[in-house]
């Protein structure tokens, strides 16, 4: 079997509510789908969501990456050597990590369409399905409680707060939404917008809230004072921006610097590097959370798959195709009360027709 054709699409989509996070508003992502086509009748399809801040990329550089790197590699190439292709395209697309999830996503599509089976079969099928968090950007805290109505009212049970802009308010909007919901599972992002001090100030003034991850609170340039956090703080520590490699994940391991990954298939470079970061992780005896950043249903569907696939992945936050307006991809897996469940179809799923 070899790949006879490579071809792309980009997609800009706009967000029907910008939101906030501790470094920057985001109205709008840009996306490219990849489709790569086979001698014997088949087809793959990858997503990319270049970001300038998470993956180094614009989407001019992904655009080039594909036309000058990606397309010549693939045609030609038998997509069963998937191990030799996404490892030599590793080198190549060194500083392009969506670019090289995108391939990644679609030779492992492609391998499961040939088997005939969903990816999260073909992958290990540990799960059927998987609870979501659902995120809510930095807010007023009139909007912040309105958003979170809004989502419970939508059957969430898992709410995700972004912050480290404010310490103060950030732990007003904890204790509203402890108050109003009791029995909602709370989790924290502080997206690297707190010092150590703040960070153990923020936890011990909402301890008895009773917030279940502590995402990311200090800058990536200050990773080596992030156990300084860990070590005063009983709830575990998440590693998100500071994780974007093997190496990355080894490093956090061996210094014993936090208690849980975030695994975002865009930053790490797709299914195939996610599962070697996942079994350092387990290997440290670490719980997992499968993340995501602006991608359409179908990056999304990647995500849910590999999250599916492994015993430590026990978190899910795969919420990032939820807002945007026109995603032709929503058919690939069911969203319904807070839950994740993907498609019976083989691969990732049907995929609708592009232009």
């Known amino acids: 079997m070899k790949i006879v054709r490579v071809s792309f699409e980009r997609l800009d989509l706009e967000l029907t509510q910008p939101y906030t996070i501790a470094y920057e508003t985001i109205s709008e992502a840009t996306n490219f789908i990849l489709r790569i086509e086979t001698d014997a009748g088949l087809a793959g399809w990858g997503c990319a969501a270049p970001d300038p801040v998470v993956t180094n990329e614009t989407p001019a550089d992904v655009e080039a990456a594909i036309r000058d790197v990606i397309q010549p590699a693939l045609t030609g190439a038998n997509p069963l050597h998937y191990v030799r292709i996404l490892h030599e395209l590793k080198a190549a697309l060194s500083s392009s990590s969506s670019a090289l999830a995108m391939v990644d996503m679609a030779l ?36 912040t409680m309105k958003m979170a109505a809004r989502y419970v009212r939508e059957g969430f049970f898992i709410l995700k707060l972004k912050g480290g802009l404010n310490v103060e308010e950030d732990i007003e909007k904890i204790h509203l939404l402890r108050k109003k919901y009791p ?3 709370l989790r924290f992002d ?22 279940e991850i502590f995402e990311q609170p200090l800058s990536i340039d200050q990773e080596k ?22 190496k990355d994940v080894h490093r956090l391991v061996k210094h014993d610097s936090i208690d849980m990954v975030n695994v975002k298939l865009m930053k790490v470079g797709g299914i195939w590097e996610g599962m070697h970061i996942n079994s350092v992780a387990k290997a440290a005896d670490m719980e997992v ?18 999250a599916l696939s492994r015993p430590n992945v026990e978190y899910a936050d795969l919420d990032g195709h939820i807002d945007f307006k026109d995603d032709p991809f929503l058919g690939l897996f069911s969203l319904e009360k807070g839950i994740l469940t993907p498609s019976d179809e083989p691969g990732l799923g049907k995929v609708p027709k592009m232009h």
């Open 108 to 143: 492992f599509d492609l391998l499961a369409r040939k088997a005939g089976i969903p990816l999260y079969q073909l992958l290990g099928g540990y799960r059927h399905a998987i609870p979501t968090s659902i995120t809510i950007g930095i807010l007023s805290v009139v909007d």
């Open 183 to 185: 029995q909602i599972i």
């Open 289 to 306: 959370m499968v993340g995501c950043i602006d991608e359409c249903a179908l990056g999304i569907a990647a995500g849910l798959h590999f």
């Open 190 to 211: 502080g997206n690297q917008g707190y010092s150590v001090e703040e960070a153990v100030y923020f936890y011990k003034a909402t301890k008895a809230a009773g917030v």
């Open 225 to 246: 004072l992030i156990a300084a956090v860990t070590g005063q703080v009983s709830i575990p520590v998440m590693a998100d921006e500071s994780l974007k490699s093997l």
